[in-house]
């Protein structure tokens, strides 16, 4: 019994290394290396005064799949709206606020409306495989 409890434990610890550890700074460091890329990833395709859609809302479309195909834990609709949330968070109010070098991170409302956006493809795949029962 005592075993197992360890195991769930490390598994555990694993996880949130993942969760909180390792995708936050992939994420950091795809936004850092496509920025400093010769592609303009701000260029925009498509705005009103509530949505903003740049090449960045693609990325995101692809980087949510990637995390619902890949991701090797058990993942929730909620655990990955956490995920979403979370990163914005982290985009939007914290890296900026860390140094004056990472302003860039920050974005406007439309954009960060485009990015709670971007990710409802992957959410019906996600609901697809939670539930192919």
């Given amino acids: 019994m005592k075993i197992n409890s360890s195991i769930i434990k490390s598994q555990n610890k694993k996880q949130y290394c993942l ?3 390792f995708l936050p700074l992939l994420g950091f460091l795809l936004v850092y290396m496509l920025t400093n890329s010769p592609i303009n990833f701000n260029y925009i395709l498509y705005e009103n005064k509530f949505i903003l859609i740049d090449y960045w809302f693609f990325i995101h479309i692809i980087n949510t799949n990637i995390v619902v195909l890949f991701y090797p834990y ?3 609709i909620t655990k990955f709206w956490g995920f979403i ?5 982290l985009e939007n109010l914290i890296i900026p606020n860390i140094d004056e070098s990472f302003y860039y991170f920050k974005e406007d409302i439309r954009d960060t409306i ?9 959410i019906l795949l996600l609901y697809n495989l939670n539930n192919k029962n």
Avoid: C, M, V, Y
């Fill in 85 to 89: 949330i979370g990163w914005e968070i």
């Fill in 114 to 122: 485009g990015d709670l956006i971007a990710p409802l493809p992957s």
């Fill in 19 to 21: 969760d909180l550890g």
């Fill in 74 to 76: 058990n993942l929730t």
